[in-house]
């Protein structure tokens, strides 16, 4: 047996050129990226700022709620629950491609005092003198036995399992990694975004106050005769439009409170826990990468990149499944039998070899290998969508937050001059030298551009939320608290040279 199975495998080479093993694997994805984004200008950040980019903007209730959102989300807990499973997962799958063997054992007790062969008193009879037809009494047995089995790894089957396993197990890191990146910028743009609804709620309030002293006014100069009758009229309007709009801000701040309450965790907490500042400022200045930076940077790249790696294994392992499976199973194990007349122990081992040959089974193995092939296929096209995704979105973010940075300075400006003219309407409204529609055009024209630029500094902030995200912001690309792996060779190779 021993030669036979040495035999086998000495011509293990010669059954893989058989089995046409040589094939080739997934190709190389295409990866090209532009050698940089159409706005090159940025500050140089490190690794560690890009990984906590929510600090940059030296807010602590954002830090604090992006903190509480990292830990408290539904999303981010259910992808960490998704994680533990994947590595219970890969654990087990590890353990698997070791030998295996159960551990078995038994104890029976047989009474034989009655079952002599007369049926009846256990003595029969016959020639010389009585004869006994077995003997009688208490019998114990007991028995205790390991028994394993192993595949010989002759053709490096484990190899590519192992490769699929840690490799999948990668990919559910990177895609919990992905949520937690999510979770961040949406909890800091659900924040920008109340805020600036409260700054237009405040700005509103102010426009209450003009339209209600402008209504106080026109009634007065009404009842004196000064003026007609719809002047005041028409500041009535103006103030109920102003109650109006207050009433769907205050809902819409409301509602940002409560977006804002759901991605921490604490949905079932008042809106008042979550205090919403009406403040603005300027948004930090963007970092300055390089498009293939993204590569390494980005964890949906990192995760599409280790489904390839999955989808090789899974295919070098199909091709290994045409292969002879060469099987070994030890055992050991000890008897004990005992009785009122004799007792005995026995111990023992075996070791048995076992040969499998897909022969019918070889059709249905070939198409596996098809299979497998097209889906590492499929593997490395979405890997190239990834990046055309990626550096698309890093792109058009940069672009959008220069522009919006350009438009608030621009606002800024409009904003000031429209303040310049409505407050020389009022004076010469009050001095009685313009009329009131004068006034509430003036009015008109520098609320429309206060709120302009509310809304702008608004977009500004939530556009570099995004330029971030996009940049791959938000996780570390080691994180401590899960095994990482060097990105593979299309990684490597499209960050270090394959970008023009």
Request: with cysteine; net charge neutral.
């Amino acid at each position: 047996m021993t030669r036979s199975l040495l035999a086998l495998a000495a011509a293990a080479p010669l059954l893989a050129a058989c089995a046409g093993l040589g094939g080739p694997g997934p190709r190389q994805a295409e990866v090209r990226t532009p050698a940089a984004y159409a706005t090159s200008e940025g500050v140089v950040l490190p690794d560690a700022a890009l990984e906590r980019w929510w600090t940059l903007y030296n807010d602590p209730e954002l830090t604090a709620l992006v903190e509480e959102a990292l830990a408290a989300n539904a999303d981010v807990r259910a992808a960490l629950a998704r994680l533990e499973e994947a590595r219970a997962t890969r654990a087990s799958l590890i353990r698997g491609l070791s030998p295996r063997g159960d551990l078995s054992g038994g104890v029976q007790v047989q009474d034989t005092s009655g079952s002599a062969a007369d049926g009846g008193g256990g003595v029969r009879g016959g020639g010389q003198g009585a004869q006994f037809g077995q003997i009688a009494g208490m019998q114990n047995s007991a028995n205790l036995g390991l028994t394993g089995s192993q595949e010989l790894d002759v053709f490096g089957r484990n190899l590519p399992a192992r490769q699929t396993i840690n490799a999948e197990f990668l990919a559910s890191r990177f895609a919990a990694d992905s949520v937690r990146a999510a979770a961040a910028a949406q909890t800091a743009d659900a924040l920008f975004l109340a805020r600036g609804t409260a700054v237009q709620l405040e700005d509103a309030r102010e426009t209450l106050r003009i339209a209600t002293e402008l209504s106080r006014v026109t009634r007065i100069r009404a009842e004196r005769g000064l003026s007609p009758r719809s002047e005041f009229d028409r500041a009535e309007t103006e103030r109920f439009n102003a109650l109006a709009e207050i009433a769907r801000l205050e809902a819409a701040v409301r509602a940002g409170q409560r977006v804002l309450l759901t991605l921490t965790g604490r949905s079932g907490e008042p809106a008042a826990a979550v205090p919403v500042r009406a403040v603005l400022y300027d948004a930090p200045g963007a970092p300055a990468a390089v498009p293939a930076a993204l590569l390494v940077r980005r964890p949906d790249l990192r995760e599409a990149q280790a489904r390839i790696d999955a989808a090789t294994g899974n295919l070098r392992r199909a091709r290994l499944a045409l292969l002879p499976t060469f099987t070994l199973t030890p055992g050991v194990g000890l008897t004990r039998t005992s009785s009122d007349l004799f007792s005995a122990s026995n111990a023992f081992w075996n070791l048995g070899a076992g040969l499998l040959v897909p022969v019918l089974d070889r059709g249905r193995l070939l198409a596996e290998v098809q299979v497998s092939g097209a889906r590492a296929e499929q593997a490395v096209i979405g890997y190239e969508r990834a990046v055309q995704t990626a550096v698309s979105e890093a792109d058009q973010a940069l672009v959008q937050l220069e522009g919006e940075r350009m438009r608030v300075v621009q606002l800024t400006e409009a904003e000031a001059r429209a303040r310049a003219a409505y407050d020389a309407a009022q004076r010469g409204y009050q001095a009685g030298l313009t009329d009131l529609q004068v006034l509430l055009d003036a009015e008109r024209a520098y609320r429309g551009a206060r709120s302009a630029l509310s809304a702008a500094r608004t977009s500004l902030l939530q556009r570099s939320v995004q330029a971030f995200r996009a940049l791959g912001g938000g996780w570390s690309p080691q994180s401590p608290s899960t095994p990482s792996s060097p990105p593979s060779s299309t990684v490597v190779a499209a960050a270090q040279g394959t970008a023009q």
